[in-house]
T-cell receptor
Framework: GAGVSQSPSNKVTEKGKDVELRCDPI?????LYWYRQSLGQGLEFLIY????????KSGLPSDRFSAERTGGSVSTLTIQRTQQEDSAVYLC?????????????FGEGSWLTVV | QQQVKQSPQSLIVQKGGIPIINCAYE??????FPWYQQFPGKGPALLIA?????SEKKEGRFTISFNKSAKQFSLHIMDSQPGDSATYFC?????????FGAGTTVTVRA
């Protein structure tokens, strides 16, 4: 596609439920990232994929968070047993390849509200 | 631990003014320094970027100044317009990872 596509754009869920957020990166981009942005806050790194593998998962806040990527393309971020503090915008980004200087392109995010 | 420190948190200028946003870093392995602009409800978009072998870069009304020895860099928005009102993030990259500052909300009043 023309840009990074994320779905759903908005999700309201009850505390304790599981949610899945989907990211469709720009075609041909081998690197994929998930970031989290809480209201009025900066961008918190969650996980990095190169192809289908995730060499850096250091930003995942707890074992309730997991992510996978299949076919070197679509990625899913799963949050189990959601808590109110998980409410945030989850941003996916992709870039052509590993290495400095390649622009990271962001999607418009999935706004998650846990009630 | 935030690897890139950004200030101020917010600023307000009149149309035509020059908002200046400052960032500082510690990791000398960083070798790419982009700035992103984010409008409400949208994802961040690359605005301008610089490498440490250059002291200044201009693109339109946006200028990055880079001081390698001080490990600081800044964004200047010349002749600012109300349409420039947004949140600006500085970032620093080494290899695959991009570390972001906390963001600066800029408001340009007409």
């Amino acid at each position: 596609g023309a840009g990074v596509s994320q779905s759903p754009s908005n999700k309201v869920t009850e505390k304790g439920k599981d949610v899945e957020l989907r990211c469709d990166p720009i075609s041909g981009h081998t690197a994929l990232y998930w970031y989290r942005q809480s209201l009025g806050q900066g961008l918190e790194f969650l996980i990095y994929f190169q192809g289908n593998s995730a060499p850096d998962k250091s930003g995942l806040p707890s074992d309730r968070f997991s992510a996978e990527r299949t076919g070197g393309s679509v990625s899913t971020l799963t949050i189990q047993r959601t808590q109110q503090e998980d409410s945030a915008v989850y941003l996916c980004a992709s870039r052509p390849s590993r290495g400095a200087g390649n622009t990271i392109y962001f999607g418009e995010g999935s706004w998650l509200t846990v009630v | 631990q935030q690897q890139v420190k950004q200030s101020p948190q917010s600023l307000i200028v009149q149309k035509g003014g020059i908002p200046i946003i400052n960032c500082a870093y510690e990791n000398t392995a960083f070798d790419y320094f982009p700035w992103y602009q984010q409008f409400p409800g949208k994802g961040p978009a690359l605005l301008i970027a610089i490498r440490p072998d250059v002291s200044e870069k201009k693109e339109g009304r946006f200028t990055i100044s880079f001081n390698k020895s001080a490990k600081q860099f800044s964004l200047h928005i010349m002749d600012s317009q109300p349409g420039d009102s947004a949140t600006y993030f500085c970032a620093a990259s080494s290899d695959y990872k991009l570390s972001f500052g906390a963001g600066t909300t800029v408001t340009v009043r007409a």
